[in-house]
């Protein structure tokens, strides 16, 4: 799940949220504690979507865009580029399959070719948590 939404310009970022039980991950444009919390059913709201995967760790964390505008456009590319490349092939062993490494590899691939897609996306800080 990937997540966009700041009210303070200067904190906007793309996180890459990723379940423990499910092989499954989640983008969103700035995601704060508080909301982690809310998906995570430790405090009250979040998306219901969210309930199937907790809890949901923080994977990786991408800032330095101008507006959310732009985010969410950087956002959209990932997830297009990850689900519709059939290109994106990453070397796994069956235990990291086990683990969905393999979904966090092809995300890494992805990220890689929408950074490379757009020159003002080079200049972005990311940073994994995993």
Request: net charge positive.
């Amino acid at each position: 799940m990937s997540y966009t939404a700041s009210r303070d310009l200067g904190n906007i970022c793309t996180v890459l949220l990723s379940s423990f039980i499910m092989d499954n991950l989640i983008e969103k444009v700035c995601l704060s504690q508080f909301r982690l919390k809310q998906h995570n059913g430790e405090i009250r709201g979040g998306a219901k979507a969210a309930r199937a995967g907790r809890p949901w760790r923080l994977a990786c964390t991408i800032h330095g865009f101008g507006t959310r505008s732009e985010a969410c456009q950087f956002e959209w590319h990932w997830k297009h580029i990850t689900r519709s490349d059939s290109n994106l092939k990453v070397q796994v062993s069956a235990a990291d399959l086990l683990k969905g490494a393999h979904l966090m590899q092809r995300r890494q691939v992805a990220l890689e070719k929408v950074q490379n897609k757009d020159t003002a996306w080079k200049r972005l800080k990311v940073h994994w948590h995993l």
